[in-house]
């Protein structure tokens, strides 16, 4: 889930106001505020610029060729490009390790937001209409009207373009579109069930559930974690509500039991700590 910025910091003679899209128009950009927007997040620095459009919301994005920290919410990889180049093919690449990673602390960290600020969000990113099937492929060629230069030059140039989301899914969020796909999925702690060789995690959320897998697949690829398994049971009892974030691929069993899949050691976390981490933290 890509979050859609609202807000940004305004630096300038050693003073930093946060203001919102409502704050900004055309004119009052280009005079005061353009080059001076800043990402809001803690400790990173990434330029925003203003995109002003006709009969859609407002919003900050990321200013050309600038990055992210690595820790941020809005961070994303860049892919070598052209707009306009079909990009179908991205979807077909082995998602690096550094890539899932930081998929689940973004998902973690959406796990966190506030039902008003999940409100907020709604508020702003309004659902895409779906295009007809027709036969053959078509190229996109909608008008999408901007109001200021960097937003158009960005369209305009060969650029690094964003790569491909790693799609996040709440538990309560998953649905048969979803299945035997890769995903990103969230939930709290249940109950966990384990032994040498398989183990078990329950999540849930509101009155969804999941059942979260490892087997032998997952033991083959990170034989290191087993025997470890039973330290998140004792995380969960001396914290209560727990979140598990996890990279994997889901089904629904002959029960319409929907079942998620894990199979590597550092493809899912617990509070946002490996199950390494949280073992070498029980061990001290």
Not at 46 to 72: I, S
Not at 152 to 165: I, L, Q, S
Request: hydrophobic share 30%; proline share 3%.
């Amino acid at each position: 889930m890509a979050v859609t910025m609202t807000s940004a910091l305004f630096k300038m003679d050693n003073k930093v106001e946060e203001i919102n899209t409502s704050d900004v128009n055309l004119d009052n950009y280009n005079k005061k505020y353009k080059g001076h927007l800043y990402c809001t997040t803690e400790n990173c620095n990434a330029k925003l610029v203003f995109v002003q459009r006709m009969g859609k919301p407002n919003y900050f994005k990321t200013w050309p060729k600038e990055d992210h920290d690595e820790d941020c919410l809005h961070y994303f990889d860049r892919l070598t490009g052209r707009v306009g180049t079909n990009t179908e093919h991205f979807i077909n690449l082995q998602i690096p390790p550094e890539r899932i990673k930081r998929g689940l602390k973004e998902a973690y960290k959406l796990s966190k937001i506030t039902k008003e600020e999940k409100e907020q969000i709604k508020e702003v990113v309004k659902p895409r209409k779906k295009n007809k099937k027709t036969n053959g492929k078509k190229s996109n060629t909608g008008i999408n009207v901007v109001f200021n230069k960097d937003e158009a030059d960005e369209t305009a140039e060969t650029m690094a373009t964003r790569g491909p989301n790693l799609l996040k899914r709440s538990v309560d969020m998953l649905k048969e579109s979803d299945f035997g796909k890769p995903r990103i999925v969230t939930g709290i702690i249940e109950n966990i069930t384990y032994s040498e060789e398989s183990a078990l995690i329950k999540i849930y959320n509101d009155d969804s559930k999941v059942d979260v897998k490892f087997e032998e697949a997952f033991f083959a690829n990170s034989p290191n974690y087993k025997g470890l398994f039973h330290h998140i049971e004792r995380f969960i009892t001396d914290n209560g509500s727990v979140m598990f974030v996890g990279y994997g691929q889901s089904n629904k069993n002959m029960d319409g039991i929907i079942e998620f899949y894990v199979y590597h050691g550092d493809e899912f976390t617990i509070e946002d700590m490996t199950l390494l981490s949280l073992a070498s933290f029980y061990s001290h």
